[in-house]
Each structure stands twice: as structure tokens, then as C-alpha cells.
């Protein structure tokens, strides 16, 4: 009965010991229940956040592929607008770059001599346009650059003579030896009333000195004028006959007859080359750096060798009347300048065209040349000759 008891009695310990027990044991397992049931929601949530942010990754993308396409679309059509633009700006560039080309020429026939002039004077070229040769032009641009100028020159006065009115080689010679320290129109004035008196060497050498310094006053240094004239022609009767002679080295021994002179006769008398190195002449091709001597002989010799010896006669022409006419010794007038883009020296003087104009001589400006009896080419280029000494 003890037994059974104390078993009775056990049996309800044991009993509340086994309930103990299990809840013990079981309470492990339903963590791990819960935290199984928890995995599956975690890795649930996990996954839904991965998938959220992937999702908003991939709409991101999908929006700025748009704004990229947008944003390429738009750079090129703004690129293709400045193209636009920038081609619309040079069209009308270009076309007035065109109109101006085509409109350049007209500055060239602007004359400046007389209407029934065969010659015009071109206008003279804006300053921007004046191409200064360099400082180390060589030989070759230098020789094109000169010729160049002679031609411009040419076409200038196509009519350039001598501007002594002669009818003999010793009407010639007489007259240059003159028109020392004086103008070819003073001479030109004075010499119809010696020729009249005296016309052949014959005459003049046995002449009575005081009479012949009377009728040369008007020239300025008329005694020393008196002597050589008198003197170089005795020297022509009794040398050579009483007849200019054709040679240089016969020229140059008449007394008052020098390299000069002997050119001006040689080439206007005889038809033989020669350059007249007078003062017109020196100071312009040192303008236009032709040469930097101020010799006349080394300056004859500079300029020789850049033109061929059949253009020397002809080219001194050129220059002196174009030192006459335009390019003064004190006031060129540039802007009347028909080679102004080939002169080195050009803005010395008066640049603004309607200003230079009024600074022409002679037949440019609308005066009378120098010659009582010029040639008719003169006369038929609009030139008109001089008034006779004591006219006005």
C-alpha cells in the first residue's frame, strides 16, 4: 500500500516533472520553428527589396535613355543650326566679297588727263593696298618690280619726249647745255631768238659774247652759259667739221657738255640708247630704291643693268616726266599716283586723291607743257604747248 502510495505519489511529481520536461525540450523547438518561419519572410523581404531596387535601377535607366536620345537628338540639331546660322552669316560676306572683286576694276578708269588724252592717269590705289617691298627684296623682284613701273609709266604718257624744241642735233646740244640750273620751258622761251641770230656752229663760235649773254639772261647763270655755248662750238668747227659727232667719247669733250647731255643728244638726235641722269630722274629712282647712289654715274650704271640698253631712252622719258608731273621734289601728289602700289615711298606726300589732284603740272593738271613746237602726238594726247617768252 506504501508502494503504491509513495507510486501514487510519485506518479504526480513525475507527472508535473514530464510536462516540465517536454516544455523544456520543446520550447527549443518552437524557436527554431519561429525562426524557421522567420526565414522564409526575411529572405521573402530580401528579395522584394532587391527586386524594388532593381526595378527602380532598370526605370531610372529607362528614363534616362530617353533624356539621352532627348539630349543627342538636341545637340544636333543645335550643331546643325550654328552650321546653319554661321553658313547664312558668310553668304552675305560672300557675296559682297563678290561684289567687291567685281566692283575693284572701276577705280582704274578714273582719268586724270583730258578727255581727248589717249593716256589716263589711274587712280591711285587705297594705302591698305600699297605692297612696300621688303628691305631684302631680291635682284630678280627687284628688276620685275622696276620694269613693271617703266611699263605702268608708259602707258601713262605714251607721248613723253624730250621736252626741248630742236630741229638739229646742234639745236640740241645748245639747248641742254641751257637748261642747267633752269626749266626746259625757259630755255625753250629763249632759244627761237639765239637760233634766229646764230643758227650754225659757224655762227655762234664766231658770235660777239656780250650780244649772246644778252638774249641768254632769262636762263639764269648767263655768262658762264655765254662761254660754253660760244666755246663748244668752235670746238664743233674746228674738231669735227662743224657737225655734232655721234659718239659719247666725243660728246663729253665739247666744253659744258657732260654724260647727261651727251645722252640726251645721242638718244633724241641719233636714235642711240643713252639714260639722262638729271634731277628728276636721281631722286625718283632712289624713291623707288632702284638704286641708293647718289653718283650719276654709279646711279646711270644701277639703273642700266635693270633694263635692257633699247628701253634707256625711252625709260628716261618716263621717269623725268613723271617727276615733272606727279612726283614733285617737295609735294608728290600719291594719291594721284599711277604706281603708287609699287612705290616704296608712297605716303611722302599728299595721299588723298582730290588733294593731289590739284598738285599736278602740266598737261595733267591742265596746264601748258614746255614745248612752243611739241610733237603732234602731244597735241593729239590733249597736251598743249607753251606760251612764247614775255606772252603772259
Known sequence: MRKTAASAETTPAAKRAAPAKKATKAAPAKKTTKAAKKTPAVKQATAAQEASAAGKKTTAAAKKAPAAK???????????????????????????????????????????????????????????????????????????????????????????????????????????????????????????????????????????????????????????????????????????????????????????????????????AFGRPGITVDTHFQRLVRRWRWTAETDPDKIEADVGALFPKSDWTDLSHHVIWHGRRICHARKPACGACPIAPLCPAYGEGETDPEKAKKLLKYEKGGFPGQRLRPPQAYLDAGGRPAPPLGAG
Open 70 to 268: 532627348k539630349t543627342t537628338a538636341a545637340a544636333r540639331k543645335a550643331s546643325t543650326a550654328k552650321k546653319t546660322t554661321a553658313a547664312a552669316k558668310q553668304a552675305p560676306a560672300a557675296k559682297k566679297s563678290t561684289a567687291a572683286v567685281k566692283k575693284a576694276p572701276a577705280a582704274k578708269k578714273v582719268a586724270v588727263a583730258p578727255k581727248k588724252a589717249t593716256a589716263r592717269v589711274k587712280a591711285a590705289a587705297p594705302a591698305r593696298t600699297v605692297v612696300h617691298p621688303p628691305g631684302d627684296e631680291s635682284r630678280t623682284a627687284l628688276v620685275r618690280r622696276a620694269r613693271r613701273i617703266d611699263r605702268e609709266l608708259a602707258e601713262v604718257y605714251p607721248y613723253a619726249h624730250p621736252e626741248l624744241d630742236f630741229d638739229n642735233p646742234f639745236q640740241l646740244v645748245v639747248a641742254t647745255v641751257l637748261s642747267a640750273q633752269t626749266t626746259d620751258l625757259r630755255v625753250n622761251q629763249t632759244t627761237p631768238a639765239l637760233f634766229a641770230k646764230y643758227p650754225t656752229p659757224e655762227d655762234l663760235a664766231a658770235a660777239n659774247p656780250e650780244e649772246v649773254e644778252e638774249i641768254l639772261r632769262p636762263t639764269g647763270f648767263f655768262r658762264a652759259k655765254t662761254k660754253s655755248v660760244i666755246g663748244l662750238s668752235k670746238a664743233l668747227v674746228e674738231e669735227f667739221g662743224g657737225e655734232v659727232p655721234g659718239r659719247l667719247e666725243d660728246l663729253v669733250k665739247l666744253p659744258g657738255v657732260g654724260r647727261k647731255t651727251a645722252f640726251v643728244v645721242l638718244g633724241n
